[in-house]
């Protein structure tokens, strides 16, 4: 079988040019993902120094020859940064520019200094394995379903691009020099080229995945939780509440329900304006956050009003959690603009014991508790099946 090198080479930035214009399509419309313009900017520095090189001459000027391996070396940095944005990290552009610098140089040493097409071959294949080995390790992450589908195929893709950079350093080591040139006409360094080529196809289809599933992450998010606190909205409540309550109908558990509302809050919103009270709101949530468990659900469920369902937790159990919330909130000192802004809350808890599992009848008894505990003077926590627990701060 015989295929045409500077064929495969001007498929390749083919592919790239297109890698490029997904990228840059995708750029325009989500803002919010990060990453996306710096594989768009790789995938078009790998398309221009990959179409260049199939068309160079020795008779090319000294800075046109060296611009080649400097492009095509900024892109493979440029996607190893694009990883990096996607993840949340800080861009490490040092890697860009050690990248494009070190393929440069090896390329000029080998290749016009030595005139070594074998060795500048090997050298710049060795560096391209390297490039994408550290990109697939920065690709191995813990993510739930579909991103993980999209995390193991970009990693599998730049396993194999580094695979088959590696095996072609080692075939043109086994070598003869006197067999080798740069566009070398055989049937192993072509068939590594549609590899490569096919791999860097896969690559790009597994970028835009991980853009498009962050999209939709990103969008399940918006539509579940509360844009202000980021507690789950009341939707997304009664869904996860409608679970929970069907699991512990079957087993017998317990469930529990927290009704809480900060005291005052018109006062905060009043005297120091919606911005001050949607920051005593964050500022609330967060501490919840930070209390309750990762199988409990804590929603924002009216204004100034938080549900928590508690499960394998009795009124006992969900009261002692109130408690501490009550006087932790009490002890919170928020800084605002020149002020410190400091209030209470008050607390209903009821359980499924005596009340069953619709979740109704068990929000409602909390409410009720909550009402008893504002009427009875606020800062203070109420259970629906005895009278007032805690004390006033």
Known sequence: MKLDVRTIMLMLSGINLLGAGMMALISFHADNIRGVRQWAFGHCCMCLGIFISTQMSPEWPLWLIASVPLIT?????????????FKGKRCHYWVTAWVGLQMMAQSLWFGVMHDDVRMTVIANSLLVSAVFAAGALNLRVKTTQPLRAAYILATSSFSFIALMSLLRAVNIMRTPAQEISLFAQGNVNPIFLVLGGLSQLSISLSLVLLITFRLVSDLREQASHDSLTGALNRRRFEDEAGRLLARAART????????????????????????????VL????????????????????GGEEFCILLAGT?????????????????????????EILQSTLSAGVADTSKLGTDLDTLVGAADHALYKAKNAGRNRIALHSEGMQGSSG
């Open 252 to 279: 017998g558990d317990t469930l529990s329900v927290i009704m809480i509302d900060v005291d005052f809050f018109k006062r905060v919103n009043d005297f120091h304006g919606h911005q001050a009270g949607d920051e």
């Open 282 to 301: 964050r500022r609330l949530a967060s501490l919840l956050q930070a209390v309750i468990r990762s199988e409990d659900c804590l929603a924002r469920y």
């Open 73 to 85: 070396g900024c892109g493979f940095g440029l996607i190893f940064n694009g990883i990096e944005a």
């Open 314 to 338: 009795n009124e006992q159990g969900a009261a002692q959690l109130a408690e501490r919330v009550r006087q932790l909130y009490a002890e919170l000192q928020i800084k605002w603009k020149n």
